[in-house]
């Protein structure tokens, strides 16, 4: 899924909020620096799910 499509998904939280948490769960989980996350256009299933659960959202199998 693409950082944006996963943005989309949480629309009722800030961007910003929504960008920072998702960069964070990249670096964390293939651990890398956050500067490198930040520029990463894809995010895995596994992030997604993550990001989802910290922002209390459903995911959908």
């Given at each position: 899924m693409g950082k944006?499509?996963?943005r989309?998904?949480?629309?009722p939280i800030?961007?910003?909020?929504?960008?920072t948490i998702i960069n964070?769960?990249?670096?964390k989980q293939r651990d890398v620096p956050l500067s490198f996350a930040k520029n990463q256009k894809?995010?895995?299933q596994k992030e997604v799910r993550i990001v989802l659960d910290f922002l209390g959202l459903e995911?959908?199998?």
């Open positions: 944006a499509q996963l989309e998904l949480v629309k800030s961007t910003r909020y929504a960008s964070e769960v990249i670096a894809i995010v895995f995911c959908e199998d």
